[in-house]
């Protein structure tokens, strides 16, 4: 049996969330709607509540239908699909390219007169294409990432070095923060293995629940040359492991489905 969890003080899941991270674990990113309302059973969301958050989200322009009923990301979902596979694929610094020690710098231009939502998603753009701000407008990253660079017309672009590299990417980046959620998330996979490997369906939503969150922690990666990583860095450690946790959740999650899909 897969074991009991505390759940208090967690948020309940909404139909858009669970259609979003089921579409986000796949590649392709596209899927079935009886297998994106299947999901949604999984935590006790009625296939009303579903059929019609995949409506929104189509009008939100984060779905498309395909010609076939398929469901499929588009727009800034699909990037984020993008960014999470090249997350999941970057082994902490070990696959990037060798770093020359130079760093790309974006500097704002006329930052201070933008309206604030402007401001709040341009730094978000920044944070996902994994710069650090160095101080009010100034962004930089190491230069060992190929197309690093945010596609904005606001920004001038410089190269730099800095004479304690490692000092600043532990100022611009939580490394340690990352680090130690890492070593949770791996424990948690660890503890679930046994009920995944046992086929306990029970196990299924904690386990979606878990392999969304190990996602997103993917992507939360600065993915910086091993130059400029802590000693003992689980990005590797991570994506092995999780590379086996996925292999046992998707075959769990196929038999829960098997009934429901037919190809």
Do not use: C
Not at 37 to 63: D, K, N, P, Q
Not at 127 to 155: I, Q, T
């Amino acid at each position: 049996m897969a074991q009991e969890r505390n759940t208090a003080g967690q948020r309940p899941l909404t139909a858009r969330s669970v259609v979003a991270s089921t579409l986000l674990g796949v590649d392709p990113p596209v899927l079935p709607v009886r297998v994106l309302v299947r999901s949604g059973e999984l935590f006790g969301i009625a296939e009303g509540t579903t059929r019609v958050a995949l409506s929104r989200m189509v009008a939100a322009g984060e779905l498309v239908v395909d010609g076939d009923g398929r469901y499929r990301l588009v727009g800034r979902l699909l990037d984020r699909h993008r960014r999470q596979r090249l997350s999941r694929q970057a082994h902490g610094g070990a696959d990037v390219p060798a770093w020359q020690g130079e760093w790309h710098v974006a500097i704002v231009e006329g930052g201070g007169r933008r309206p604030a939502a402007d401001r709040a998603a341009f730094r978000a753009a920044m944070a996902s294409a994994r710069f650090g701000e160095l101080r009010e407008g100034v962004w930089a990253r190491p230069d060992n990432l190929p197309d690093a660079k945010y596609a904005g017309d606001e920004l001038t672009w410089a190269m730099a070095t800095f004479d304690d590299p490692a000092a600043v990417a532990s100022r611009l980046w939580d490394l340690r923060g990352w680090a130690y959620r890492a070593r949770e998330l791996i424990g948690e996979m660890d503890e679930w293995s046994p009920a995944l490997a046992a086929h306990d369906l029970q196990a299924l939503p904690d386990t979606f629940v878990l392999s969304a969150a190990v996602l997103r922690h993917f992507q939360a990666d600065p993915l910086l040359p091993a130059e400029l990583l802590p000693d003992d860095w689980p990005g590797a450690t991570l994506r092995e492991r999780y590379d086996a946790f996925d292999a046992q959740f998707v075959a769990l999650w196929r038999y829960w489905h098997r009934s429901f899909v037919s190809r």
